[in-house]
């Protein structure tokens, strides 16, 4: 009855969105669960939203914080350190026993939103018991409170979470290889298929300035994105609006096809926001370096038909290109 109350205060709190639920059907019961650590409500939401019967794996220091007992009598646990082989051992035999288990591979919370070291712990734990295995990725956690990412996200009470869930899989190194080298091996091929599990969980944006304005969401609209040695800082917001006004101003392509324009502007700010107005204004932006000299430029315009070059007057001058564009003017 607890659980089912759990499950519905957080669905109603965070709009928990889980894909691939169906893959533990697919195990047979036997279930080694791995699954990235973003916030110290990562158990929680595992613990109420996976099937029934599962052991969650605690390390033995968070075990001891005054605020995790009481929730521990709520669900199996297995206080286990990570640094003890007998530890591995046991949790070993409680797999072989036809029990699951829940265990995070990295060992601790992430510091960086993404990955952290993947131990081979639970890789020699599942190749040796022949435990099928489940990568189940987190994405939101890292945005609450709850998370170790304060000042680098922008933090939220009650932000959108996602549990994706892959389809089971088994360990399996190269025969004739054993010891260490198996283990080290077993522990790759974990690595590798939580990072896919990370890599697949991430929604493809349509356009890099599709991109950019999820990123700006998920961030705050406010925080600075561009910095040069000016100084110019440019946030989200203020980048986002200077795109779209530079994108106004532009010609559109006379027909259907990308047209090909050349950029001539140093590393700043505005190059980013030429780069993608032109993007959004139906044209292909070709970065034209400056330094290479007249013959290679002009030669670079002709291989790629363009026509038309976008710089700054203010730019020729501090930089004395004012021959080099009097040529591009010429060769056109």
Not at 1 to 13: A, E, N, P, S
Not at 88 to 98: K, N, S
Not at 249 to 277: F, K
Not at 300 to 327: D, G, H, M, N, Y
Request: charged residues 15%; hydrophobic residues 45%.
């Amino acid at each position: 009855m607890i659980r089912t109350l759990v499950r519905g205060i957080l669905k109603r709190l965070y709009r928990i969105h889980i894909t691939g639920l169906e893959h533990f059907e697919a195990t047979g019961g036997r279930v080694l669960v791995v699954a990235n650590h973003l916030s110290f409500l990562d158990p929680v939401m595992l613990w109420a939203f996976l099937p029934e019967g599962m052991t969650f794996a605690i390390n033995t220091q968070i075990a001891r914080l005054w605020w995790v007992r009481p929730g521990l009598g709520f669900a199996r646990t297995f206080a286990m350190d990570s640094s003890n082989p007998q530890a591995l051992r046991t949790l070993a035999h409680h797999l072989e026993a036809g029990n699951s288990a829940v265990i995070f591979p990295e060992g601790r919370i992430s510091v960086t939103g993404s990955l952290m070291k993947i131990y081979d712990g639970a890789a020699l734990i599942a190749e040796r018991t022949s435990t099928p295995m489940l990568v189940v990725h987190l994405d939101g956690p890292q945005y609450t409170p709850f998370s170790r990412m304060q000042g680098q996200y922008r933090l939220r009470w009650f932000p959108d979470i996602h549990l994706h869930i892959r389809p089971a899989f088994s360990l399996r190194p190269e025969p004739g290889i054993s010891g260490h080298e198996r283990r080290h091996r077993a522990g790759l091929m974990l690595a590798d298929q939580m990072r896919e599990a990370a890599l697949a969980a991430v929604p493809l944006a349509p356009t890099l300035f599709d991109a950019i304005i999820t990123a700006a969401r998920r961030h705050g609209p406010g925080r600075t994105i561009i910095e040069d040695t000016q100084p110019v800082t440019l946030s989200y917001r203020q980048f986002i609006t200077r795109v779209q006004a530079l994108q106004q101003a532009l010609p559109h392509p006379a027909n259907a096809e990308p047209q090909p324009m050349g950029v001539l502007l140093p590393t700043a700010p505005a190059t980013a926001v030429t780069l993608l107005a032109l993007q959004r204004s139906g044209h292909i932006p070709a970065m034209l370096n400056f330094s290479a000299g007249e013959g290679p430029l002009l030669a670079a315009c002709r291989t790629c038909q363009i026509s038309t070059v976008i710089t700054a007057r203010s730019f020729l001058e501090k930089a004395r290109l004012e021959p080099l564009a009097t040529a591009l003017i010429a060769a056109d």
